[in-house]
């Protein structure tokens, strides 16, 4: 059974940081472009970053940039989100995401056509 599973929300003071994982199994995801999805109370689901398969092409949200970064670990088959700098609207449920494409695309992931879907984890921000 494929499942990618989310881990290391929680709530943090504004300013403060976080790491979410995202561990994948089932099957190994080292050819899938990988990312995470937001989505804030009474709000779309919004992109937030996206890595290729290889690392070599990353995506940020404008909303994110310079306080995000996304890496991965293909031997472990994870994905991580590094959250810097915290700010109060960063608070949101965050969803790992996987395609099977390998490469990412703004205008497939926005369409939702992503194959795999983490539950999601709570990021709180407190000001």
């Known amino acids: 059974q494929v499942q990618l599973v989310e881990s290391g929300g929680g709530l943090v003071q504004a300013g403060g940081s976080l790491r979410l994982s995202c561990a994948a199994s089932?099957?190994?995801?080292?050819?899938?472009?990988m990312g995470w999805f937001r989505r804030a109370p009474g709000k779309d689901r919004d992109i937030v970053a996206a890595?290729?398969?290889?690392?070599?092409?990353?995506y940020y949200a404008d909303s994110v940039k310079g306080r995000f970064t996304i890496s991965r670990d293909n031997a472990k088959n994870t994905v991580y989100l590094q959250m810097n700098s915290l700010k109060s609207e960063d608070t949101a449920d965050y969803y790992c995401?996987?395609?099977?494409?390998?490469?990412?695309?703004?205008?497939?992931?926005?369409?939702?056509?992503?194959?795999?879907w983490g539950q999601g984890t709570q990021v709180t921000v407190s000001s």
């Open positions: 995401a996987a395609d099977s494409s390998g490469t990412f695309s703004v205008m497939r992931w926005t369409m939702g056509q992503i194959d795999y």
């Open positions: 089932g099957r190994t995801f080292s050819r899938d472009a």
């Open positions: 890595i290729s398969w290889s690392s070599g092409g990353i």
